[in-house]
């Protein structure tokens, strides 16, 4: 059986030592279940660390996302207003068995008219919309598959790019490569949970 691999802690901020480099991941936008829907995250190593798994068809409304013996780790729920998309993000007890009642974050969506070319979306934390001090920003365009996660303005924290392979090739839509930087203080859970944020967004889940 595949194992999660010790590399990192993928659950808390990462130390000093293991920010000094950066981490990338493999991201296959499918289930690992027989016509399922979801999608599975691979390490460096080609271990499964997360996955997203709806048994029958798809649920925009709400997922979870679960390490590879399908702990829930996190939940996303949708929420939908007449302009602006929302989706929050819930973290789960150490044991699994409860979700939190407080949102862990928030994403909001960029008004559409606004942003026709492209997704722009804004994401706090807590209940605080107005908070300023903390924020992250996620800038893509769908039809390239790529995109981008920034704290504050304009520091990336993270990408997602078509995968190649080692010969160059580019590979299919459904194949995406995650590339984490080296920076102190991210916490790769809410990296994830983004990037699954970001396939709801574009009905990839």
Request: one cysteine or more; aromatic letters at 10%; hydrophobic letters at 40%.
């Amino acid at each position: 059986m595949l194992k999660v691999s010790p590399e990192i802690n993928l659950l808390s901020p990462l130390s000093s030592a293991e920010s000094t480099r950066d981490h990338s991941y493999t991201i296959w936008m499918k289930s690992l279940l027989f016509n399922g829907c979801g999608c599975t995250i691979f390490d460096s190593n080609g271990e499964i660390v997360y996955r997203i798994d709806n048994y029958n068809m798809k649920c925009r409304s709400q997922v979870h996302l679960m390490d590879l013996q399908g702990k829930v780790l996190l939940s996303i729920r949708r929420k939908k207003f007449q302009i602006f998309e929302q989706w929050e993000g819930f973290r789960w007890s150490v044991s699994g068995d409860r979700m939190r009642e407080k949102p862990w974050f928030q994403v909001r969506r960029d008004c559409r008219i606004l942003t026709r070319s492209m997704v722009s979306c804004h994401v706090t934390f807590g209940c605080d919309h107005k908070a300023k001090k903390k924020f992250y920003r996620i800038i893509g365009f769908p039809e390239k598959s790529a995109f981008k996660i920034l704290r504050g303005e304009n520091q990336l924290v993270a990408e997602v790019k078509r995968k190649q392979s080692s010969s160059g090739v580019i590979l299919g839509k459904d194949v995406l490569s995650l590339k984490v930087e080296a920076l102190s203080q991210i916490d790769h859970l809410l990296i994830m949970a983004l990037v699954i944020v970001y396939g709801l967004i574009n009905d990839k889940l």
